[in-house]
Structure formats: C-alpha cells, structure tokens
C-alpha cells in the first residue's frame, strides 16, 4: 500500500485552536500497519524475534539438543500451547 492511499484514509483530530492532537485510523488499515510493523518482509519473523540475541538462540538451540539427546521430547500440540493460550 502506497502512502498517498493510506493517508486518503485516515482522519486528523483537532483541538479548539486547530493544532492535529490525534488521528483516526480505519480498523482494517491499523491491522495492516501492524501487521507488517511487527515482521519483516524477508525473513517473516516478528520484529522481537529478528532482535533476539544470536547468543540467546544458539543457547535455545542447545539446550533443545541436549533434550532430545536424552529423550525429552514432546508432542508437537504441546508446543504450541503457549502461542494459543
């Protein structure tokens, strides 16, 4: 989406003295917005994700490794659990 169609669909908000205090943003744009905001184009991560320390996920990473090696394992519904919850 190209800027001049998204500010044809937003609305300014003003005080008594004219000065814009707000804007008013369509929910459907405001997801869109979000939407891309929060993960990058190339990758598809979120934006936390692409900022995780390369030392922190090749400690997950491990530490994973040295689970399966000794057979602590998980069904796959468990693991996403936490992303439904």
């Given at each position: 989406m190209i800027i001049a169609e998204i500010e044809s669909q937003i609305r300014y908000v003003t005080n008594i003295n004219g000065e814009t205090t707000d804007v008013l943003v369509p929910v459907e744009l405001w997801q869109q917005l979000i939407?891309?905001?929060?993960?990058?184009?190339?990758?598809?991560?979120?934006?936390?994700d692409e900022q995780e320390p390369k030392a922190q996920i090749l400690a997950d990473l491990q530490e994973s490794v040295r689970q399966a090696a000794v057979g602590q394992t998980f069904p796959v519904s468990e693991l996403w659990d936490d992303i439904e919850a």
């Open positions: 939407s891309s905001i929060n993960s990058d184009n190339v990758s598809g991560l979120a934006w936390i």
